[in-house]
């Protein structure tokens, strides 16, 4: 069983920038395509970004898309969310994921609308205030 944790929420002001990171407690993540998810108060969790093994392919939600950055640094055995000019909107409970899924695989399902990965974290909530 993987465990992520992630980090870096909080309370952020809107047109501000957030950034999350997320390890993987005593587990070398090499393999793992790596993806963050959101859920915000009162709705289904939703896909935001993922990346690849290597880090040089990545998947965004449409509607992040332009603001949102996703990262990977294998030497601090680490994944990053960056979103750019938050909005209200972008509050909600961040979490990491990750499948030991192939990345043609993950993104095929990604574009049919639903995919869920195989681990999760417990999630970092974001509040972005107006």
């Known amino acids: 069983q993987m465990e992520l944790v992630e980090s870096g929420g909080g309370l952020v002001q809107a047109g501000a920038s957030l950034r999350l990171s997320c390890t993987a407690p005593?587990?070398?993540?090499?393999?793992?395509?790596l993806g963050w998810y959101r859920q915000a108060q009162g709705k289904d969790r939703e896909f935001v970004a993922a990346?690849?093994?290597?880090?040089?392919?990545?998947y965004y939600a449409d509607s992040l898309k332009g603001r949102a950055t996703i990262s990977r640094d294998s030497a601090k055995n680490a994944v990053y969310l960056q979103i750019d000019n938050v909005s209200p909107e972008d509050t909600a409970v961040y979490y990491c994921?990750?499948?030991?899924?192939?990345?043609?695989?993950?993104?095929?399902?990604?574009?049919?609308?639903?995919?869920?990965?195989?681990?999760y974290g417990k999630g970092t909530p974001v509040t972005v205030s107006s």
């Open positions: 994921a990750a499948t030991t899924e192939g990345w043609g695989a993950a993104v095929t399902e990604l574009r049919r609308g639903h995919y869920d990965m195989e681990y």
């Open positions: 990346i690849n093994y290597s880090g040089y392919s990545t």
């Open positions: 005593g587990h070398t993540l090499i393999r793992e395509v």
